[in-house]
């Protein structure tokens, strides 16, 4: 059964006195345990799709489904509390919190959500993102591609059920974007969770299960 779904999902954004299809009747669906890629070129709406999945962002039309819950059906603070519990997110932008040190960054979901911190797993997903050494660095002593994988390690602290992830190895060289493609499936595997990662590294779309093509906001192919 699938555990993501959107439904003919539209995003215009007014620029001006123009309005951009950033999304344009969208329909895609992941089943669960899938590991996805979605490409496609600059400004194609990639990140617009991932916020609207992950209900960062509303849609001007249309829905989007996870575990079969209608998003747009909840209240803010559902949403909230709803997201938290089942997705984890890395950002383009890392969103590292720059008064945290490594340690604290990656279990603050767990924090907020009042969850018991696993120590051993959090240490394992640490050493496998090489970051041991760092875990008491603040966010800006780091280098971009080690937050990088402190993001990673923040977003799968939880073990979330969806992982949804912006360019995940957008900074890191190529060897590096293997090993991070290669543990997230490892860990997708192991717990089940089902992981869409945009990417412009061939590559890496090609680890996935299934690439997702989108172009001017339209699926192209999927
Ligand atoms: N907040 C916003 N306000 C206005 N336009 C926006 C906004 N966010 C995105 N857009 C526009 O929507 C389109 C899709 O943007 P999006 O960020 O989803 O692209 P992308 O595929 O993630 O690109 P990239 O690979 O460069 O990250 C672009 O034309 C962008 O300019
Ligand atoms: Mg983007």
Known sequence: MEIIKTENLTKIYKQGEFKVYALDNASI???????????????????????????????????????GKKLSSLKNDDLTIFRRRNIGFVFQSYNLIPVLNIYENI??????????????????????????????????????????RVAIARALSSKPAIVLADEPTGNLDSKSSMEVIILLKALAYEFNQTIAVVTHNEEVAQMADRIIRIEDGKVSSN
């Open 29 to 67: 669906e992941i089943e669960e345990g899938e590991f996805i890629a979605i490409v496609g070129s600059s400004g194609s709406g990639k990140s617009t799709l991932l916020n609207m999945i992950g209900g960062l962002d509303y849609p001007t039309s249309g829905e989007v489904f996870v575990r």
């Open 107 to 148: 279990v603050l979901p767990l924090k907020l959500d009042g969850m018991e911190i696993e120590e051993h797993y959090i240490k394992s997903i640490v050493e496998k993102l090489k970051i041991e050494d760092k875990i008491e660095s603040m966010p800006n002593m780091l280098s971009g591609g080690q937050q990088q």
